[in-house]
């Protein structure tokens, strides 16, 4: 089992950017890796993916401001978040598609 841990979450103004990481405890060469986010009183939401071959997947919400990569040397997959609006608010999650694999999440707050 891999182990996911999340970081680079905060409080930023609207307008403002993030950049999101997630590091595996072992190799994730082999994995589809996805960002989900969960706002208060919503269900979870996929953000983006990305496959092995570094196709990716974008929500309609988020697409043009989000992108997401991963470093297979690093066991890492990033979330690069832009133009930030108040309902991008929520706890995202580094996830392994197919696995139920998910970290503890990281809090970002898009508030003036």
């Known amino acids: 089992q891999v182990q996911l841990v999340e970081s680079g979450g905060g409080v930023v103004p609207p307008g403002g950017s993030l950049r999101l990481s997630c590091a595996a405890s072992?190799?994730?060469?082999?994995?589809?890796m996805a960002w989900y986010r969960q706002a208060p009183g919503k269900q979870h939401e996929l953000v983006a993916s990305?496959?092995?071959?570094?196709?990716?997947y974008y929500a309609d919400s988020v697409k043009g401001r989000f992108s997401i990569n991963r470093e297979n040397a690093k066991n890492r997959v990033y979330l690069q978040m832009n133009s930030l609006k108040p309902e991008d608010t929520a706890v995202y999650y580094c996830v392994v598609v197919g696995h139920n694999y998910w970290g503890h999440g990281t809090q970002v707050t898009v508030s003036s």
């Open positions: 072992g190799s994730i060469d082999f994995y589809v």
């Open positions: 990305i496959t092995t071959i570094s196709t990716t």
